[in-house]
């Protein structure tokens, strides 16, 4: 996790219905905070954020993932990074309200955990960058803007020396762990660049593929 950014967990949830909101909040919210602390090595995790995506039917051009029937979001294929370096500093008074609370942070990361909710995955998996092959100039900062505020994410300039990796057919008990910032400035992956695909392998009949996101904070004592 700290060294390429991202690590695959066998990690078996007791949701029966990812389309539940309540049951995300009240059984997975538990599960994942856990899971990141063990990931991480952590001692405490906030989630934030979910989202539940869905491929959409024809498999149409991949693009940031917001087009669609509007039911859901759909898989995002432009290559990026959730938070900058000013987003990523400003999350943590936005999941931390208590100004005392977030002062005594000393260092803190935000994690994505990335799970398929219906089956092997064998369309648009989602590859993500080895951080160890990344450099500061190849993060561009770029504006996404929401309805009551804009935040900031990294787009990312193309290096022959990226190396790219994706794990083959994952299933509903494997979850994907990657970093999306880190407070620590060196020693560490930091940021963890990532973008789903269209594999040339996948069979004309597969599922379009289903999938959630888990968004949290988790803080090292």
Same mark, same amino acid.
């Given at each position: 996790?700290?060294?390429?950014?991202?690590?695959?967990?066998?990690?078996?949830?007791?949701?029966?219905?990812?389309?539940?909101?309540?049951?995300?909040?009240?059984?997975?919210?538990? #599960?994942?905070?856990?899971?990141?602390?063990?990931?991480?090595?952590?001692?405490?995790?906030?989630?934030?954020?979910?989202?539940?995506?869905?491929?959409? $039917?024809?498999?149409?051009?991949?693009?940031?993932?917001?087009?669609?029937?509007?039911?859901?979001?759909?898989? $995002?294929?432009?290559?990026?990074?959730?938070?900058?370096? @000013?987003?990523?500093?400003?999350?943590?008074?936005?999941?931390?309200?208590?100004?005392?609370?977030?002062? @005594? +942070?000393?260092?803190?990361?935000?994690?994505?955990?990335?799970?398929?909710?219906?089956?092997?995955?064998?369309?648009?998996?989602?590859?993500?960058?080895?951080?160890?092959?990344?450099?500061?100039?190849?993060?561009?900062?770029?504006?996404?803007?929401?309805?009551?505020?804009?935040?900031?994410?990294?787009?990312?300039?193309?290096?022959?020396?990226?190396?790219?990796?994706?794990?083959?057919?994952?299933?509903?008990? #494997?979850?994907?762990?990657?970093?999306?910032?880190?407070?620590?400035?060196?020693?560490?992956?930091?940021?963890? *660049?990532?973008? @789903?695909?269209?594999?040339?392998?996948? *069979?004309?009949?597969?599922?379009?593929? #289903?999938?959630? #996101?888990?968004?949290?904070?988790? +803080?090292?004592?």
């Amino acid at each position: 996790m700290h060294r390429e950014g991202f690590e695959l967990w066998d990690a078996p949830s007791g949701v029966k219905d990812f389309l539940n909101e309540e049951e995300i909040v009240s059984v997975y919210y538990k #599960e994942m905070a856990e899971l990141a602390c063990a990931a991480t090595g952590a001692q405490r995790a906030y989630l934030f954020d979910h989202l539940v995506r869905k491929r959409e $039917a024809g498999r149409p051009a991949l693009t940031f993932g917001r087009h669609g029937n509007g039911s859901r979001p759909a898989a $995002a294929g432009r290559i990026h990074n959730d938070y900058s370096e @000013a987003s990523g500093r400003a999350l943590l008074h936005r999941v931390l309200t208590d100004p005392g609370t977030a002062a @005594a +942070v000393n260092r803190y990361s935000i994690i994505n955990i990335w799970r398929s909710i219906r089956g092997p995955i064998l369309d648009t998996p989602l590859a993500v960058c080895d951080s160890r092959t990344l450099r500061a100039t190849d993060l561009v900062p770029g504006e996404v803007r929401y309805t009551t505020r804009t935040g900031e994410i990294y787009l990312v300039e193309h290096s022959p020396r990226h190396q790219w990796f994706y794990f083959s057919a994952m299933d509903r008990h #494997e979850v994907l762990v990657f970093k999306q910032y880190d407070s620590q400035v060196s020693g560490v992956a930091r940021f963890t *660049p990532h973008g @789903a695909f269209d594999h040339p392998g996948t *069979p004309p009949d597969a599922p379009l593929r #289903e999938s959630i #996101e888990i968004r949290c904070l988790v +803080v090292y004592d």
